[in-house]
């Protein structure tokens, strides 16, 4: 198995851009996490999910965020608009109903400009 | 609500001296307990995991962690550090399907 598959490394925008940053978690995993982490506010769950069905959303920062996950190989976190603080490196990470520990993709780095 | 606390922010430290990084979780029911680390510029890494039975659990590169109930700990540890063990290292715990970090803890060794 590949990992967990994020895209794209880095992203680089303009404040007011759309920003999509995708991720394919292991196959078999059913449970999908997505962290922000910065120097300020270290590592930050954003969101998860468990069989594809989003259970808490509470560490979404603002509405401009929002998370999708159509199916169990694939979920997407958007930003828009973007703006300067929200550069961070984004992780998406998987897991077995949380028997296996999490694994992580390598992280997007995000900055907007 | 669940959460975890690290008791260090900052450990400095020579080579093959012994670590202990502290961790405390909150939260009464079933939890599985995990350490993670970070190597600059990389993503995280497991290190070792407890989900039940011996509560000295041993991991890679050396490390391993006891799981103490009563006192909702589970400290990492590791008896000889060396240069390639400098990293960020997370506390973590898993309780219905939410898996929650502490603040981390920079783990710098000096050659």
């Known amino acids: 198995d590949a990992g967990v598959i994020q895209s794209p490394r880095h992203e680089v925008t303009e404040m007011g851009q759309e920003v999509t940053l995708r991720c394919k978690p292991i196959?078999?995993?059913?449970?999908l996490f997505w962290y922000r982490q910065t120097m300020m506010r270290g590592l930050e769950l954003l969101i998860y999910?468990?069989?594809?069905?989003?259970?808490?959303d509470s560490g979404m920062p603002e509405d401009r965020f929002s998370a999708k996950m159509p199916n169990a190989s694939f979920s997407t976190l958007k930003i828009q608009p973007s703006e300067p603080r929200d550069s961070a490196v984004y992780f998406c990470?998987?897991?077995?109903?949380?028997?296996?520990?999490?694994?992580f993709g390598q992280g997007t780095r995000l900055t907007v400009v | 609500a669940q959460s975890v606390s690290q008791h260090n922010h900052h450990v400095i430290l020579s080579e093959a001296a012994s670590l202990e990084l502290g961790c405390n979780y909150s939260y009464g029911g079933t939890v599985n307990l995990f350490w993670y680390v970070q190597y600059p510029g990389q993503h995280l890494q497991l290190l070792l995991k407890y989900f039940s039975g011996d509560p000295l659990v041993k991991g890679i590169k050396g490390f391993e962690a006891e799981f103490i109930k009563s006192k909702f700990s589970f400290n990492l540890r590791k008896p000889s550090v060396q240069w390639s063990d400098t990293a960020e290292y997370f506390c973590a715990v898993i309780s219905d399907y939410k898996l929650s970090f502490g603040a981390g803890t920079t783990v710098t060794v000096r050659a």
């Open positions: 990470a998987s897991s077995f109903s949380g028997t296996t520990g999490a694994f």
């Open positions: 999910f468990n069989n594809n069905v989003p259970i808490d």
């Open positions: 196959s078999g995993h059913n449970s």
